[in-house]
């Protein structure tokens, strides 16, 4: 047997016993530290479980207005749509007249898991990707 071969064997004995073990429960000790609600919470979601999708804000230009960020995010916590991050943006792909009480391309973002899109959906959000915009900084909420 080669060096190299004898340490790559090595190496790889010595990380799988570094992992985790499938199939084996946690010490009675190590269950008991554990809050009660982290052990019926599933674990949060991976990046390719998740999808941002997007609203108008309803604003108009010279009025302001519209929804909040944090309205809009309640709308979708009230349909039980976990909601991982909300962010504040503008539409790139249309062209906005300059009008008083034109509409303005201001959108509101929400990152939620992939699972949630049709109760999304529902609710007249759509999926940001057949967007393109960019993040703005979020309007104060009082106008």
């Known amino acids: ?6 340490c790559l064997l090595l190496a790889a004995i010595l990380l799988s016993a570094c992992g985790p073990r499938e199939g084996v429960e946690p010490a009675p000790e190590e269950q008991a530290t554990k809050p009660e609600e982290e052990k019926e ?6 990046a390719e479980q998740l999808i941002w999708v997007f609203e108008s804000r309803g604003s108009l230009q010279c009025e302001g ?5 944090s309205e809009s995010q309640d709308r ?9 991050e909300s962010r504040c943006g503008v539409r790139t792909d249309r062209m906005y007249p300059a009008v008083c009480g034109g509409q303005t391309g201001d959108i509101l973002l929400h990152l939620i898991d992939k ?6 959906l529902q609710l007249g959000f759509d999926p ?10 979020c309007p104060s909420d009082n106008g």
């Open 1 to 6: 047997m080669s060096s190299r071969y004898l």
């Open 41 to 46: 919470e599933s674990p949060p979601a991976s």
């Open 65 to 69: 207005g519209g929804t909040t960020l």
């Open 76 to 84: 979708l916590s009230g349909q039980g749509v976990t909601v991982q």
């Open 115 to 120: 699972r949630s899109l049709d109760a999304a």
């Open 128 to 137: 940001a990707q057949q967007a393109q915009y960019e993040h703005r900084d």
